[in-house]
T-cell receptor, first 114, second 116 residues
Framework: AQTVTQSQPEMSVQEAETVTLSCTYD???????LFWYKQPPSRQMILVIR??????QNATENRFSVNFQKAAKSFSLKISDSQLGDAAMYFC???????????FGKGTRLSVIA | DGGITQSPKYLFRKEGQNVTLSCEQN?????MYWYRQDPGQGLRLIYY???????QKGDIAEGYSVSREKKESFPLTVTSAQKNPTAFYLC???????????????FGAGSRLTVL
């Protein structure tokens, strides 16, 4: 079974600085999808960014970008120019495709220090 | 606006009672899911459904039951057999479970169940 590991239970960053959240996963598939979801204090889950494994180019959404290393099975999230509103739980997720649901990591709690 | 509505937001239950959490979506999504969230445990899948009148167990289905009689609705019943039901429950849906649409999930706002 696929597993997703987020090795940093908690992280903190100064406002306006850059922070990187780590995620590794285990799979024998060659085609799959990876996601980062954000859960702010309201607990509403929000999609931050997604990456298709067959695309070599790293996905970017405004201040959020990923470093996708397929061979290393690593999918880190970089948040640039951190803002107070970025404080949240961040979940990495893997989707094999077909008749399978997403598999989530245990999350990283990010604090932003003013 | 389209979305997922979960109710109630907060629910208290006495031990030994069954309780049903509601999840309704107006996104015309095919697939629906229930996740349980506990501190330090991430999101764990309880049940999911790809089409009406069909559903599959997730990783922690024991003590829970679901139904999918309508495309829009996927209620979750927490039965008295669930030994530790106090948790935050999230419902989600996706448009294209089998296809190549990357299975992006849309989530509801969640329901917090507390057993007294």
């Amino acid at each position: 079974a696929q597993t997703v590991t987020q090795s940093q239970p908690e992280m903190s960053v100064q406002e306006a600085e850059t922070v990187t959240l780590s995620c590794t996963y285990d799979t024998s598939e060659s085609d799959y999808y990876l996601f980062w979801y954000k859960q702010p204090p309201s607990r509403q889950m929000i999609l931050v960014i997604r990456q298709e494994a067959y695309k070599q180019q790293n996905a970017t959404e405004n201040r959020f970008s990923v470093n996708f290393q397929k061979a290393a099975k690593s999918f880190s999230l970089k948040i640039s120019d951190s803002q107070l509103g970025d404080a949240a739980m961040y979940f990495c997720a893997y989707f094999k495709g077909g008749n399978t649901p997403l598999v989530f990591g245990k999350g990283t709690r990010l604090s932003v220090i003013a | 606006d389209g979305g997922i509505t979960q109710s109630p937001k907060y629910l208290f239950r006495k031990e030994g009672q069954n309780v049903t959490l509601s999840c309704e979506q107006n996104l015309n999504h095919d697939a629906m899911y229930w996740y349980r969230q506990d501190p330090g445990q991430g999101l764990r899948l309880i049940y999911y459904s790809q089409i009406v009148n069909d559903f599959q167990k997730g990783d922690i289905a024991e003590g829970y039951s679901v139904s999918r009689e309508k495309k829009e609705s996927f209620p979750l019943t927490v039965t008295s057999a669930q030994k530790n039901p106090t948790a935050f429950y999230l419902c989600a849906s996706s448009i294209n479970f089998r296809g190549s649409g990357a299975n992006v999930l849309t989530f509801g706002a969640g329901s917090r169940l507390t057993v007294l």
